[in-house]
């Protein structure tokens, strides 16, 4: 159980598109979801944190108007990058729980390389 | 206060031997303490987790022995095998509605056949 999907796990796009990325929780209701980011060989860097229904959280430095998130039912939540950059290239990671203090379970992870 | 300190960076170990991680914390409002590991390409699974009101859990290979009073905790791979070899990461959580997973900064795992 407790199954969490990221789709799509690669993209590679032009400068300046937007990019989308699903978040689905298989088989429970996902109350809070999180976004994280991860660079080469280091640890996950809160991006922000989603509860159904309600607008995002944002980490302290993370621009809301580049990193878009809807969580706009149980199951799904979803990332997108506007006018991405080469920058913006990492590794993108969301995460889900169904309740406070249960523990977070992971998706796959997407690969986003902007050339 | 918020971080979580995880040592060693990287660890070598031959096959059948244990694998011991460490990591320290500030925040005394932590109030769980999971490990994840994480293959290349892959998003982080978890492995165990740990309150502090045990000193020690066991699951399978792995045990996390937990020092409250030192405010470490640590994992144990016993027997490690070649498909262990990942990176590891231990994080905590503080007890508050809400509160965030903090991730220590991981450790890469290589077990030598």
């Known amino acids: 159980g407790a199954v969490v999907s990221q789709h799509p796990s690669r993209v590679i796009c032009k400068s300046g598109t937007s990019v989308k990325i699903e978040c689905r929780s298989l088989?429970?209701?996902?109350?809070?979801m999180f976004w994280y980011r991860q660079f080469p060989k280091q640890s996950l860097m809160l991006m922000a944190t989603?509860?159904?229904?309600?607008?995002?959280?944002?980490e302290q430095g993370v621009e809301k108007d580049k990193f878009l998130i809807n969580h706009a039912s149980l199951t799904l939540s979803t990332l997108t990058v506007t006018s991405a950059h080469p920058e913006d290239s990492s590794f993108y990671i969301c995460?889900?729980?169904?309740?406070?203090?249960?523990?977070?379970?992971f998706g796959d992870g997407t690969r986003l390389s902007i050339l | 206060q918020q971080q979580v300190k995880q040592s060693p960076q990287s660890l070598i170990v031959q096959k059948g031997g244990i694998s011991i991680i460490n990591c320290a914390y500030e925040?005394?409002?932590?109030?769980?303490f999971p490990w994840y590991q994480q293959f290349p390409g892959k998003g982080p699974a978890l492995l165990i987790a740990?309150?502090?009101?045990?000193s020690e859990k066991k699951e399978g290979r792995f045990t996390i022995s937990f020092n409250k009073s030192a405010k470490q905790f640590s994992l144990h791979i016993m027997d490690s095998q070649p498909g262990d070899s990942a990176t590891y990461f231990c994080a905590a959580r503080p007890a508050v509605r809400g509160g965030k997973l903090i991730f220590g900064q991981g450790t890469e795992l290589s077990v030598k056949p």
């Open positions: 925040n005394t409002a932590f109030d769980y």
């Open positions: 995460s889900a729980r169904d309740l406070p203090g249960r523990p977070q379970h």
């Open positions: 989603s509860n159904e229904g309600s607008k995002a959280t944002y």
């Open positions: 740990i309150r502090p009101d045990v």
């Open positions: 088989d429970f209701q996902a109350t809070t």
